[in-house]
Every structure is written in C-alpha cells, then in structure tokens.
C-alpha cells in the first residue's frame, strides 16, 4: 500500500513549486500498465514495481484532487511500451493535448518521444518521472530538494557545455571516452517547469546536451550496482559513435545486446546504438543509485545514454533511450577540468 500521509506534501509541493499548477487548469496523471507481453516475459518483482507506481500515480491523482479541488484532475492508465522512449498507443499522445499539466508516473519513459513533443509544443507542461518511487516523496527525498540552487549550479553547467568543442572523460576503475559537442546547445534539466511547454524530469537537477553523432570512441566502465540488477562490472565501447560491444555484466548484459543486435546493420538496431546524450548530475538529494531517474540526477555523477537525441537537438531518431550512470568521473571539457574524481570544479 502506498502511504499517502508521507507523500502528501512532496506531491503538493512538486505542484505548486515546479509545475506552477494554477486554479482552473487542467492537470493529467498517467502510468503505463503491464501490457500482455509484460505478463509473459517479466519476473514477479518487475511486475510488482509497475503495479506499485500504478498505485502511486493513482494516490497521486487522488491527492491532487483534495489538495486542488478548483482544479480539473484526471487519471489515465495505459498499455507499457516495454521500453524507454518507445511510443506509447495514440489516445496517450490526444489525452496529454488536452491538459496544462503532466505528471507521467511510468515505468518505461516518454521523455523522448513525439507524443510528449508534440504536447509541450502545444504549451503542455509535462513532468516525465519514469521509475519514480513512493520514498521519492517523502521529506528529505530527492523530490524535496533546493530547485533554486539545483538551477543555478545547472545552468552554470549548461553555459561551459555551450563554450565546449570536446569532451573527455576518465575513471579510476578504467573510463577512457571522448566524443565532439562543437555546435550542439547543452539543456537544463532545473525542475522548475512552470512556463508555457515546459519538460524535464522529477526529481530533476542536469545539465545536458546531444554530442555530435560520429564523434564518440573509447570504453566506458559502467560499475556494479549502478545500473538496475547489474551485479558486475560492465564495459561498453564505442567506435565512430556507437556502441559495438558489451563486455560483461552478466544478465544485464544479454538484455542490453538484444536491445541493440550490434551485428545489424539495419534499423531500429543501427539507430538505438548511437551515443545520444551526456549529462551532469546537480541534486544533492539524490542518493539512489541503481534507480537510474534519481542516479543520474546525483550531484558529481555522469551519465551517457545511447538511442535517440532528436528530442534534445541532436539528429538520431530511434525508439529507444537508454542512459548509464558513471560515478566520480574526471571530466575534462577542452582544456578545462568541471569534474575531477566526482567533484564539481568551478572557478
């Protein structure tokens, strides 16, 4: 059962701070729901995690509409997509045009999707909070967190993103990666959405852009622990862009290769190995690590992702993105040095 005199402020608190909610407009809850295939193919604690956020966005809903009765509150369930950033059935894209405001309570994200570009084009604002979690809420968790400082140290990444050309990042565990972002626009992930079409994640706190397509070569070691049932280390390596081979990481490891077929060379299996994101994590209040909405929120963690950055002004479209969290990295942008060993450099 959800405890909802735990969450009751966090959810008031998200509304009115970061998504500006206001008397009159229209807010949306929705989640996805084990689809059939779900059913057959995933393991009894998947299958209780995505029941448990049902639940959760339903308490959420149920919240709303006490704490803001001139508002108009709704709450739709939908089919899961199975994966990141797959496009969900095409009621979910008319439901989210007909809203001001969006919780997304999922478990597979609509972050980079058209149905949620196509809302917040049309001034939607939305909140995608894919694999949110109940403790998430509750005082001290990463959702209560200082949006004001959390922006402020954001966009002061966003602008060292936007002067960079090259980007090389190293670990002591064996990270050796470097890739382009000459030309690319770097984004703030503040957690403040309360502007006309405004998006981003809750709990928030990123800076982030699309690095060059093409651009990206070396191994990145992604440890133990930080990746969802990873249980041992695990190597991906790029060559001219892509993601060619996994090393390790046992089961993880088996899901990932079906998910990118490396020996392919055709689509969806070419575009989902391009490297699509880099990202800065700014919440001080992040802690969990093998959450991968919260772990690569933490303040001084990294994350990659691979699949699509047409959402975020890059130029691969695919039906997937996936992100890896990278702990204490040295980050060097050009000649200078923002990250060494997990602390944020600035001058």
Known sequence: MINTSKIDNGVQQILVRNMGLRNGERLL??????????????????????????????????IAKRRFPKCKTGFKIYPSTGRNSAEPEKTVETNLKKCDV??????????????RQSATKMGVRIASMPSVLENMFYDGGSM?????RIASETMRLTKILN??????????????????????KGLSDTGILNSRG?????????????????????????EAG???NLKRNMSLIFESGNLVKIVGGGEVRKILM?????????????????????GIGTNPKATKRDNLLEAEKMRGTIHIAIGDNSHMGGLNKADLHQDFVIRSPTVKMDNRIVLKNGKLKFT
């Open 29 to 62: 809850i929705i989640t996805d729901s084990p689809s059939s295939h779900d059913w057959r193919t995933l393991n009894i604690k998947s299958l209780d995690d995505m029941l448990k956020r049902n639940l959760l966005a339903k308490s959420i809903a149920d």
């Open 102 to 115: 969006i919780l997304a309570i999922t478990t597979y994200s609509i972050s980079h999707t058209d149905a």
């Open 144 to 148: 209560t967190a200082d949006y004001v």
């Open 163 to 184: 002067n960079t050309s090259m980007i090389r990042i190293g670990t002591k565990t064996g990270t050796d990666f470097f890739f382009s972002i000459k030309g690319r």
């Open 198 to 222: 405004d998006s981003g994640n809750l709990p928030a706190g990123e800076a982030y852009i699309a690095p060059v397509e093409g651009t990206a070569n070396g191994i990145v070691i992604i």
């Open 226 to 228: 930080w990746f969802p």
């Open 258 to 278: 079906n998910l990118i077929q490396s020996k392919s060379k055709a689509n969806p299996y070419l575009t989902r190995r391009c490297l699509a994101e880099f």
